[in-house]
C-alpha cells in the first residue's frame, strides 16, 4: 500500500540488477508511491540481469551507462528529463563493486589497480553523477540524492577489504557536494548506511552470511531489510525531509550504537580453524 509521497515526482534509479537488488526494490516502492522512474545500469548487467523485466513491470525505461564514464552520466539525466518531461526530484545510487574482492585479494596484497576500479566504481562515480545533473540543472529543487554505504566506512569490519576505503569516500563526498548544491540550488545530499544485506553484490563480501548473522543479533530491532531500506528511502526522496542533508543515515535496527548485545555474546564462537592457514596463521585479510 502506498502513501503517494512521491505523486508527480521524476526520478533515477542507478543499480538495479535482480530481485534481490536494494536499487530493486527502491524502484518498485518509488513507483507504488506515485513516481515515474528511469534506470540505468550497464549495458553487461542489463544484459545479463533481470532490468529489462522490471522496466516492463514498471512501465519505465533503462538507459545504459558505465558509472566510471562522465559521458554516460551526463546522457543518463538529459535522456531521463526528455522521457520523463522535465526536471529530476530524486536520484538513487546503489553502485558498488570490488575486483579485489572478487579475486579474493586480502587487504595487505592488494591489486593497485583493481583498488582504483574499486574507488572508481564504488565513490567516484558518484562525484561524476553529481557534478553532471548540476552542470545541466537536471536536478529540482529541494531535489534529494542518495547513496548507499555500510558502517564500514567508519569501523574496521573483517572482509569487508578496499570496499571499505570507497564507502569513507562516497561519504565524503556526499558532504562535500551536499554543502555546494544545497546552497546554490537547494539539493539535497545523504548517505543511507544499510545493514548487511543479502544481494548479489553483497554476497562477494568474505563471510557476509557470518556478518550477517551477527549484526542481527548485536541489533536490538535485528537487520534492517531491503525492503525496509526502500521505505526509508522513499521517506528521504519525499517532501517530509527537505531539511535533512550531508548527512549518513544509519540505518540498521541500532548495530551502529552496540557495543557488545546479550544475544551475540551467547553465541560467541571461539573456533578460528577455517580462517589459518596450512601453517596454522590466521589469516586477517
Known sequence: MGYNLLKGKRGVIFGALNEQSIAWKVA???????????LSNTAMAIRMGQV???AKQLNCEVIPADATSYEDME???ARSQEILGGQIDFVLHSIGMSPNVRKKRTYDDLDYKFLSQTLDISAVSFH?????????NAIAEYGSIVALTYMAAQR????????????ALLESIARSFGYIYGREHHVRVNTISQSPTMTTAGSGVKGIDRLFDFANRMSPLGNATADECADYCMVMFSDLTRKVTMQNLFHDGGFSSM???????ATYEKGLEEYMDENGNIIYG
Open 156 to 167: 574496521t569490519m573483517f572482509g569487508y577489504n578496499d570496499m571499505a576505503d570507497a564507502k
Open 259 to 265: 557495543g557488545m548485545s546479550l544475544r551475540a555474546m
Open 128 to 136: 561524476k553523477m553529481i557534478q553532471a545533473a548540476k552542470k545541466q
Open 28 to 38: 518498485v516502492k518509488a513507483v507504488e508511491e506515485g513516481a515515474t522512474i528511469t
Open 75 to 77: 546522457n543518463v539525466f
Open 52 to 54: 529489462s523485466d522490471l
